[in-house]
Structure formats: structure tokens, C-alpha cells
């Protein structure tokens, strides 16, 4: 499950499924596309929290700067064999912009939609 938090209301995206609250959030913006991004265990390997932490901040403040909206969230392994990684939900991104910046944190993939469609997992690699 990839969440996020908009004030009261909890978002939860879940691969090939739509997410009526994050449609509704995306329509009161006017917007149509979105990412999910974490900038968590490069590689897919875990690394230290304190890294984590500061890649995670460095993702925050790249996307604050460009005047791109966020919600903070976390994605959760359905196994629970993973911890949760801190990560954002990222209004109005497009695919393209989504890939070059998962690319730059050194992530394998990423989640990514538009309104009205289920959330698709979107794989890193050239």
C-alpha cells in the first residue's frame, strides 16, 4: 500500500487499482497526473536511516523548490518483510518527470497514474 496523508483524509494506492479520494484530490487542483516517489535504500538495498533521512529531505526540499505540490506518506510491504519507506505523493507529475527523478535517487521503480486510472508500478531501467 502506497499512502499518504491529505490533513484528516488517508489515501491508499494500491497497483491496478483506482483510488477514488486521490481522483477527487487531483479534480480540486485540476489536475491529471501524479507520482509516487521515495528517495529510501537506493538499489533496493537497505540503507541507514540517517541516509535515508537525508536523501528523503534532499527529494522534499528538490520538489518544494520546483513549486511542485506534495503529500508525505509511506508505502507498506503487504508481507511486512519490508520497513516503510517515507515517501511522497507528488500532484501534477507526469511520467516522464517521475522517471528522471526516481532515476537521479537511484530507485528501481516507482508508482505513477492519472485521474480516473488505476495506479501502475513503473520500473526504472532504460
Excluded: K, M
Amino acid at each position: 500500500t502506497y499512502a499518504a496523508a491529505d490533513g484528516p483524509r488517508q489515501l491508499a494506492i494500491r497497483i491496478g487499482a483506482r483510488c477514488a479520494a486521490l481522483d477527487a484530490l487531483l479534480a480540486a487542483h485540476g489536475l491529471d497526473a501524479w507520482a509516487y516517489l521515495t528517495a529510501c535504500n537506493p538499489g533496493g538495498r537497505p540503507a541507514d536511516p540517517a541516509a535515508i533521512a537525508a536523501a528523503q529531505a534532499r527529494l522534499e526540499a528538490e520538489l518544494a523548490a520546483a513549486g511542485r505540490p506534495f503529500l508525505r506518506g509511506a508505502s507498506h510491504a503487504d508481507a511486512r518483510d519490508w520497513p516503510p519507506e517515507p515517501s511522497v505523493l507528488v500532484l501534477g507529475l507526469t511520467r516522464a518527470e517521475a522517471l528522471a527523478i526516481a532515476r537521479r535517487y537511484g530507485q528501481e521503480a516507482l508508482v505513477a497514474g492519472r485521474r480516473g486510472r488505476p495506479a501502475e508500478l513503473v520500473f526504472c531501467e532504460e
